[in-house]
């Protein structure tokens, strides 16, 4: 049994981030390790503690210090696991003063000068192929150092049934659904959404309502430009119903038509049969099937830069008529085998020790 130090910087209230690390704390102490959490107090550091993990509390205001009287409290981890900004700097400080390894995790498509303490690191991890290659090539790591660990899904999500189209519009109403933070760095999905609201008005005998599960400093613009877009249509709508637990996202997420979103959201959505249009920062990787779910994979679905596959995603427009008219099920499944194959927590908590050595 061992004892890791789990180092997190957080800014938004919850998100893919929290989500990643919470799953690496639950993997850890069901492996009968034990684990303290460096975070902010909050939401947080309250899931963790109910995972029998010890809580560090920060305000992140100097990582350096803080590090500093951590180790001089007695705290004696045998590694420490961390991941960039503050989180790093705690990390790479503590480790030098206990002597201890130190293993980095980027969830995020940023350099945060890795090439300057590469050495100071033991092994270095990434959410998706496209960060292990700037990990690898910009930042110069060695590869055999890098190693690519994807978002998991909890395998019960994966496990439960998947409900087809019909239920899902038996109603009338179709729900498209999205998760996540609402920052300046999310603007991208806009462009998404000037071609998917008039592609939904076009199928008027369904009422679409669009929802968006979190929040953020640009909820309000998102509000306005949504209001002006589908006020030209009478059957299309919209609601923000702010941050809501984990399982409630999968709930509703299970029973939209389709989802728009990133990273760890849009694995979610594909685990519960809903297909996804993944849509990040850094625009669109469009529908993910065929093609398109390559694409998704690199970029983390399409949170991470697309290069020049964007020029390769096929129309949204067309591929909503594909998804509504035609060949839901066959887009469901495909979404669905891909993220049991590649996503199930199961197979990544393992990915996850293996990395930690443990």
Same mark, same amino acid.
């Given at each position: 049994m061992a004892r890791v130090l789990v180092s997190v910087f957080t800014v938004a209230n919850w998100g893919g981030l929290h989500e990643n690390t919470l799953a690496t704390v639950r993997a850890l102490r069901n492996a009968g390790h034990e684990v303290d959490v460096v975070c902010k107090k909050g939401p947080f550091a309250d899931a963790c503690s109910g995972l029998g993990a010890q809580i560090i509390e920060t305000d992140w205001a100097d990582p350096v210090h803080f590090a500093r009287a951590v180790a001089d409290s007695g705290v004696r981890p045998d590694i420490v696991y961390a991941s960039p900004q503050a989180s790093r700097i705690f990390g790479l400080e503590i480790s030098r003063l206990i002597n201890c390894p130190l293993y980095v995790m980027f969830h995020g498509y940023y350099a945060d000068g890795a090439a300057y303490w590469r050495g100071d690191v033991r092994k270095f991890?990434?959410?998706? $192929?496209?960060?292990?290659?700037?990990?690898?090539?910009?930042?110069?790591?060695?590869p055999w150092r890098v190693e690519m660990i994807p978002n998991g899904i909890l395998d019960e999500y994966l496990d439960a049934p998947r409900r087809p189209l019909s239920d899902k519009l038996s109603t009338g109403t179709g729900r498209v659904v999205s998760a996540g933070r609402l920052e300046s760095d999310k603007v991208a999905q806009r462009e998404v959404f000037?071609?998917?609201?008039? /592609?939904?008005? @076009?199928?008027?005998?369904?009422?679409?309502?669009?929802?968006?599960?979190?929040?953020?400093? @640009?909820?309000?613009?998102?509000?306005?430009?949504?209001?002006?877009?589908?006020?030209?249509?009478?059957?299309?709508?919209?609601?923000?119903?702010?941050?809501?637990?984990?399982?409630?996202?999968?709930?509703?997420?299970?029973?939209?038509?389709?989802?728009?979103?990133?990273?760890?959201?849009?694995?979610?959505?594909?685990?519960?049969g809903t297909p996804c249009f993944g849509v990040g920062k850094?625009?669109?990787?469009?529908?993910?099937?065929?093609?398109?779910?390559?694409?998704? /994979?690199?970029?983390?679905?399409?949170?991470? $830069?697309?290069?020049?596959?964007?020029?390769?995603?096929t129309p949204i427009a067309s591929d909503v008529g594909a998804l509504l008219e035609s060949d839901y099920a066959a887009i469901a499944d495909d979404g669905w085998h891909f993220v049991s194959r590649t996503r199930r927590q199961s197979k990544v908590d393992g990915e996850t020790l293996e990395f930690l050595d443990l």
């Open positions: 991890a990434g959410v998706s $192929p496209s960060i292990v290659e700037l990990l690898t090539g910009y930042c110069a790591i060695d000037s071609e998917l609201v008039p /592609a939904l008005a @076009e199928r008027r005998g369904v009422s679409w309502e669009i929802i968006f599960l979190g929040d953020g400093d @640009e909820r309000g613009g998102m509000e306005e430009f949504l209001g002006a877009l589908t006020g030209q249509f009478s059957n299309v709508s919209f609601r923000f119903s702010g941050w809501v637990s984990p399982t409630e996202v999968e709930r509703i997420t299970r029973r939209a038509t389709f989802s728009v979103g990133a990273g760890r959201f849009a694995a979610l959505s594909m685990a519960t850094h625009g669109s990787a469009g529908l993910q099937y065929g093609s398109n779910l390559g694409i998704g /994979a690199w970029s983390n679905f399409g949170d991470y $830069p697309l290069r020049k596959a964007v020029q390769e995603v």
